[in-house]
């Protein structure tokens, strides 16, 4: 029998450039953040990994707002917390209703379904949000146990209002379920004044953390519910009860469940620090900042923004129409040696393209940067295409 012979590929040296990563994520991380993971790589039950376990808590607990005891991180990208919310709350036939406008929500549909749970959607434009009227209607028609919103969709640059929301599902008995994967550190966020009952976001986006770990937080009442089911979650790796005993949300004693990886963790509290450092509010203001400095330069080079309405973007992701006669990919492919250019998603395939204002990349000097490339990248790739400045639209000045 022949025996597989050491790959040449892995013989050589591993080369990584350096690159601006200002698509809709992974966003660029800090050197401190990355100098984190090469510390010592510890087993589940060191005190010190328990230590940074709980500063990270106190962290998330800031970024979102809440002071829920249930809070922790899932191992796995933020697809991994949207299931965990979705089989934890959700038994066979129980109703969801999921607002949807983009892919995220899409999503949702396709997790819920899977577990056996009674799903009714409702269906909005992609380039606008869900008024809370029609949220409300929805919700009195449909009587759910859980409504599942996305906050900011990733997709489109979307940003959906959440005030009043939970309010409105708690006196219809139904618990609030948010995706704050793309919006949490770029726009106002607050889990217990708006009464939401279960969110997460994605470490790799604003907070500026590598991916493949997920802060999530859940409220009394969702975690009630949890403990009321009549059979126990459809998937171990995401059960939210085994999950938070070893992140220590629970008066009893902590039992391995399945090996964390500590060098996220110690990313992630890193990352959190920064904020804390700066400020929530101060992290905010600066990505909005951002967010105008690009609206005027994209409005001098005639490009349009995916959302018209100013007051419903996302300031974290903006979609740029493709213009007339442009090939995308020529474009992006052009500018990805040294900065990604990233083509759309869901509503925005083939429509726009997506640039993000996220971790170390939301800075006025990132911005100007991804601007001047943007305009060489589609000057070289389409010399014909005429730079014509958009006067006083779409609220651009």
Request: hydrophobic share 40%.
């Amino acid at each position: 029998m022949d025996t597989i012979t050491p790959p040449v590929s892995l013989l050589k040296p591993m080369n990584i450039p350096e690159k601006i990563m200002m698509g809709p994520g992974p966003s660029n991380c800090s050197k401190r953040v990355l100098t984190a993971l090469t510390n010592t790589s510890l087993s589940n039950f060191h005190a010190e990994l328990f230590q940074v376990i709980d500063e990270v808590k106190d962290g998330i607990r800031y970024v979102f707002q809440t002071r829920n005891r249930t809070t922790m991180c899932i191992s796995g990208s933020a697809h991994a917390a949207m299931e965990a919310l979705l089989c934890n709350l959700l038994e066979e036939g129980e109703r969801v209703l999921i607002a949807v406008n983009g892919i995220w929500a899409e999503r949702a549909v396709e997790m819920a379904t899977r577990y056996g749970a009674d799903v009714r959607i409702l269906e909005g434009p992609d380039d606008k949000p869900f008024p809370l009227a029609d949220l409300k209607k929805a919700i009195e028609q449909h009587k759910p146990k859980c409504l599942f919103v996305t906050h900011g969709d990733s997709s489109s640059g979307l940003l959906q209002p959440l005030e009043e929301l939970g309010r409105v599902c708690h006196e219809n008995d139904c618990l609030l379920l948010v995706d704050a994967v793309a919006s949490l550190c770029g726009v106002p966020f607050y889990m217990d004044k708006w009464e939401i009952d279960g969110v997460y976001t994605g470490s790799q986006k604003v907070l500026g953390a590598p991916p493949g770990i997920t802060p999530i937080s859940i409220s009394d009442k969702a975690l009630a519910a949890i403990r009321a089911r009549k059979t126990k979650s459809k998937v171990f790796y995401w059960d939210l009860l085994l999950l938070g005993n070893y992140w220590g949300c629970y008066d009893e004693q902590k039992m391995y469940h399945h090996t964390v990886s500590s060098n996220l963790i110690f990313a992630l509290r890193e990352a959190l620090a920064q904020i804390v450092e700066e400020g929530l509010d101060a992290q905010i203001q600066r990505r909005q900042e951002c967010a105008r400095a690009l609206y005027r330069g994209l409005s001098e080079m005639g490009l349009e923004i995916f959302i018209k309405n100013p007051k419903h973007r996302l300031s974290t992701v903006t979609g740029i129409m493709i213009p007339e006669g442009v090939t995308w990919w020529k474009v992006s492919q052009y500018a990805m040696k040294n900065l990604e250019i990233q083509g759309g998603l869901g509503p925005t395939w083939e429509k726009a393209w997506r640039v993000g204002i996220m971790g170390e990349c939301s800075t006025l000097q990132k911005v100007n940067y991804y601007l001047f490339a943007f305009r060489e990248s589609l000057k070289a790739t389409h010399p014909e295409y005429e730079f014509v400045e958009l006067k006083h639209q779409n609220g651009y000045h």
